[in-house]
């Protein structure tokens, strides 16, 4: 995977509590920041690849809520992480 650098403007009270959490992570703040926006973009491409695979522009995706119990953090990161190596494939 190619790397780019690049400058953005941020808050910088928001920057350093950002660098704070990341570190709390354990995470780099680029990684943290890649997933950041891959999530972010996520809808729009589950979108263009629904509406390239049946040709319509609206569509319902119907699902059950499930209860989780215990520590939902820890889910939440299978579930993307799952979702991230089904997309990336």
Known sequence: MVKVKTSIYVDKDLWERFKKYASKKGVEISELLEEIIREEMFEDDINNILTELTDIDAYEI???????????????????????NNISR
């Open 62 to 84: 119907d699902f059950e809520p499930i209860e989780v119990k215990g520590d939902i953090s820890k889910f939440i990161r299978v579930l993307r992480d799952e979702r991230y």
